[in-house]
T-cell receptor, first 112, second 116 residues
Framework: DAKTTQPPSMDCAEGRAANLPCNHSTISGNEYVYWYRQIHSQGPQYIIHGLKNNETNEMASLIITEDRKSSTLILPHATLRDTAVYYCIVRVWSNQGGKLIFGQGTELSVKP | GAVVSQHPSWVICKSGTSVKIECRSLDFQATTMFWYRQFPKQSLMLMATSNEGSKATYEQGVEKDKFLINHASLTLSTLTVTSAHPEDSSFYIC????????????FGQGTRLTVV
């Protein structure tokens, strides 16, 4: 199973872009990269996912390197409500149709 | 996005009693649901995978007789913590996936269990 490595914490100024890195050097060809976030005492919230190409939605952009060994989640204009723990997850394939195994994530603090 | 609802949001129970937590997919059918547990300041830990109409698959180290999972319909999975003890106090979270390769999972809001 591919593992991910994320910095334990990051700060970002409100209104600025937040760039959250993730290393997944052992990712295999058919594994997707998923990003979720968890605001304190809530269930995780899906943000975005991708396989090879960069992806963008209303919440964020996902940049995946050409060798797929790392990725960056970009929150273009961080707000105080983006303060959360962000999880980068590589989809685990199993007979059960793909479990999500959470690492420790990055605790993002958006400051005024 | 799809909605997954958990009930109750929080529960306090006495040691030795059993507690049932429900997880419902409100606007889609989920053949597979997942149950997680999260202790304070820790990440989510997968407990088991729940499949509609069949036995759940438990992760290593999770007692299947203590954490009973039932997935009787395509929209409902339940987790029963039997003979609860204070060390079972935790945040329990379920998720359901729309299905297919690459599709995202949606999580419930979690259930805070406190065993006194």
């Amino acid at each position: 199973d591919a593992k991910t490595t994320q910095p334990p914490s990051m700060d970002c100024a409100e209104g600025r872009a937040a760039n959250l890195p993730c290393n997944h050097s052992t990712i295999s060809g058919n594994e997707y990269v998923y990003w979720y976030r968890q605001i304190h005492s809530q269930g995780p919230q899906y943000i975005i996912h991708g396989l090879k190409n960069n992806e963008t939605n209303e919440m964020a952009s996902l940049i995946i390197t050409e060798d797929r060994k790392s990725s960056t989640l970009i929150l273009p204009h961080a707000t105080l409500r983006d303060t959360a723990v962000y999880y980068c997850i590589v989809r685990v394939w199993s007979n059960q149709g793909g479990k999500l195994i959470f690492g420790q994530g990055t605790e993002l603090s958006v400051k005024p | 996005g799809a909605v997954v609802s958990q009930h109750p949001s929080w529960v306090i129970c006495k040691s030795g009693t059993s507690v049932k937590i429900e997880c419902r997919s409100l606007d889609f059918q989920a053949t597979t649901m997942f149950w997680y547990r999260q202790f304070p300041k820790q990440s989510l830990m997968l407990m088991a995978t729940s499949n509609e109409g069949s036995k759940a698959t438990y992760e290593q180290g999770v007692e299947k007789d203590k954490f009973l999972i039932n997935h009787a319909s395509l929209t409902l999975s339940t987790l029963t913590v039997t003979s609860a003890h204070p060390e079972d106090s935790s945040f329990y979270i379920c998720s359901a996936r729309l299905g297919g390769l690459g599709t995202e999972a949606f999580f419930g809001q979690g259930t805070r269990l406190t065993v006194v």
